[in-house]
């Protein structure tokens, strides 16, 4: 990226494609992961490429509840742990918790891709599928997990999810966190706390939040989707 400069007005974004692309190249994302870290793009356009308050609200709230749980976990894909591998390397730190990778097309080659950059990245506790252990009720690769990951944990957090396993991670009692882009989606609202923003965004602000927690109280996921909502309907594009 040394010939884009830093001043150029859509340089993250630039960035990011450029580490899915490499992501790629290095077996941690497939040729589907440029359709949809696109579709999140474009999204992310909507917004303005800015962080609104609700996404703060529900950043907050996201903190919160992952440091009062019992056995947090974070889930994440082949697009997350190119964007945002040292960013959950630094959350599952300061939760104590693991990382799982989760795939919807999965290959052990890309399980170990992905475990291994988020091990050269720091993390102390990634796990994958051991072949023994599903979810009920989903159908597709992304159904194999770990006993002492996301079959065990009382709260997940999703990052650019699809939205049936969602669904099933919710009727197996667990509580989700999501970061989707788009409010409207299936994992947006049934998640019980949906973050709306770029994942390279809040991700940091995560961090933070779970470093110095505050109290939220009465929170709304509908009102949080609904406030996203407007302003994608209603900015100035």
Known sequence: MTETPKSHPRYASLVSRNKIVEAMKSGVCTPHSLIAHGRGEALDYLLGET????AHEAIAKSAQLLLESKKPV??????????CAIDFVALSAVLNCPIEV???HASEARYDAI???LERNGAKN??????????????SNRRNVHPEGLYAADIVLVALEDGDRCEVLKAHG????AIDLNPLSRTAQMADVTIVDNIIRCMPLLVAAAKQPKSVTNYDNADMLQA???QMRTAKK
């Open 51 to 54: 962080t609104f308050p609700f």
């Open 74 to 83: 974070l889930s994440l894909n082949g697009n997350t742990a190119a964007l």
């Open 102 to 104: 989760n795939l919807f």
């Open 115 to 117: 475990k291994h950059l």
């Open 126 to 139: 990634v796990l994958v599928p051991d072949g023994g252990c599903v979810l009920s009720g989903l159908g």
């Open 174 to 177: 667990k509580r989700v966190i």
């Open 228 to 230: 996203a909502e407007i």
